[in-house]
Nanobody, 130 residues
Framework: QVQLVESGGDSVQPGGSLKLSCVVS????????MAWFRQVPGKEREGVAS???????????NYADSVKGRFFISQDNTKGTVYLQMNSLKPEDTAMYYC????????????????????WGQGTQVTVSP
């Protein structure tokens, strides 16, 4: 059973940076799609970034337009951890951030727009305010 544990959420001022971490237990070669989502109360969960692992050292990131150029997703295979580096944070980035994982047959199925993920973490809160 794959388990995901997020950390790194905090309160920051606009323009600040945070780095979220997602530790993946029992990472398997078939869990080749990782993603970060976020959700605020009363709104649908929104895909932020995804990372498709095509080969041991070949990754394809994908980002929602709202975070492109500010957020960066990465993976450290040696630590079984996925990261979300968030820069130039805005108040509208305030949300609970979730890590998700699944196995997929193609890169086109590993995008922030995809919502059918098999495994989810419990979330970590990010608050951006003056």
């Amino acid at each position: 059973q794959v388990q995901l544990v997020e950390s790194g959420g905090d309160s920051v001022q606009p323009g600040g940076s945070l780095k979220l971490s997602c530790v993946v237990s029992e990472y398997t070669p078939t869990t080749n799609c990782m993603a970060w989502f976020r959700q605020v109360p009363g709104k649908e969960r929104e895909g932020v970034a995804s990372l498709y692992k095509a080969a041991p050292w070949t990754f394809y990131p994908n980002y929602a337009d709202s975070v492109k150029g500010r957020f960066f997703i990465s993976q450290d295979n040696t630590k079984g951890t996925v990261y979300l580096q968030m820069n130039s944070l805005k108040p509208e980035d305030t949300a609970m951030y979730y890590c998700a994982a699944k196995s997929t047959n193609g890169r086109q199925l590993c995008t922030p727009g995809e919502r059918s993920f098999d495994y989810w973490g419990q979330g970590t809160q990010v608050t951006v305010s003056p």
